[in-house]
Nanobody, 124 residues
Framework: QVQLVESGGGLVQAGGSLRLSCITF????????MAWFRQAPGQEREFVGG????????DYADSVKGRFTISRDNAKKTVYLQMNSLKPEDTAVYHC?????????????????WGQGTQVTVSS
């Protein structure tokens, strides 16, 4: 069983930055591609960004391209999401996720493990 624990959320003004972290417990971190999803109140959970098991490939939702960067440190079993130029519409609970080693999870059905989430609130 793999446990994912997020941190780094908070309240920030529009235009500001936050860095989310997700550390994993159990399993072999290199066995999983990782991704961040987010869910705003009353909306469906949506893909934000993902990274392959080696870190060589990344993928992003169009809404965050050029502003968010996903990275991972396999030695620390941690995946990060650097969020810059934040907008009020980025406000959501951000969830870390793990999927198959060979496919970056971009849909909910491709996710094997979920974290509990961390709240990000961007004020205007």
């Amino acid at each position: 069983q793999v446990q994912l624990v997020e941190s780094g959320g908070g309240l920030v003004q529009a235009g500001g930055s936050l860095r989310l972290s997700c550390i994993t417990f159990g399993g072999t971190f290199r066995d999983y591609a990782m991704a961040w999803f987010r869910q705003a109140p009353g909306q469906e959970r949506e893909f934000v960004g993902g990274i392959s098991w080696s870190g060589a490939r990344t993928d992003y939702a169009d809404s965050v391209k050029g502003r968010f960067t996903i990275s991972r440190d396999n030695a620390k079993k941690t995946v990060y999401l650097q969020m810059n130029s934040l907008k009020p519409e980025d406000t959501a609970v951000y969830h870390c996720s793990a999927g198959s080693r060979f496919t970056i999870p971009t849909t909910i059905s491709e996710v094997v493990y979920w974290g509990q989430g961390t709240q990000v609130t961007v004020s205007s």
